[in-house]
Nanobody, 117 residues
């Protein structure tokens, strides 16, 4: 499985963006799929994770604003981001809880989200 994230961009505070992550392989065998983010000077942090059963867990700082979803038939995961704040600006990465060939955990390349006031 390989992951390709897209959908980032520049938006004003209060706006919305929808991130997508396309998997080259079948994600129906992967239990946890997640979105992380990394802002300049900060550690990468988990934003949201969704199980194969569709159970979603969110970081407190995005609860009520972001929604993670997955479409196993299309090998896609999504992150709908509403009511964006300046502090949401970061590079967003998708992650699959699966073997990457040498280690456990597969990362896609990031997509940049910029939020202006």
């Amino acid at each position: 499985v390989q992951l390709q994230a897209s959908g980032g961009g520049a938006v004003q505070a209060g706006g919305s963006l929808r991130l997508s992550c396309a998997a080259s392989g079948i994600i129906s065998s992967v239990n946890n799929m997640a979105w992380y983010r990394e802002a300049p000077g900060k550690q990468r942090e988990m934003v949201a994770v969704i199980t194969n059963d569709g159970i979603a867990t969110y970081a407190d700082f995005v609860k009520g604003r972001f929604t993670i979803s997955r479409d196993n038939g299309r090998n896609m995961i999504y992150l709908q981001m509403n009511s964006l704040k300046r502090e949401d600006a970061a590079v967003y990465f998708c992650h699959a809880d699966t073997w990457n060939g040498s280690n456990w955990g597969l990362w896609g390349q990031g997509t940049q989200v910029t939020v202006s006031s």
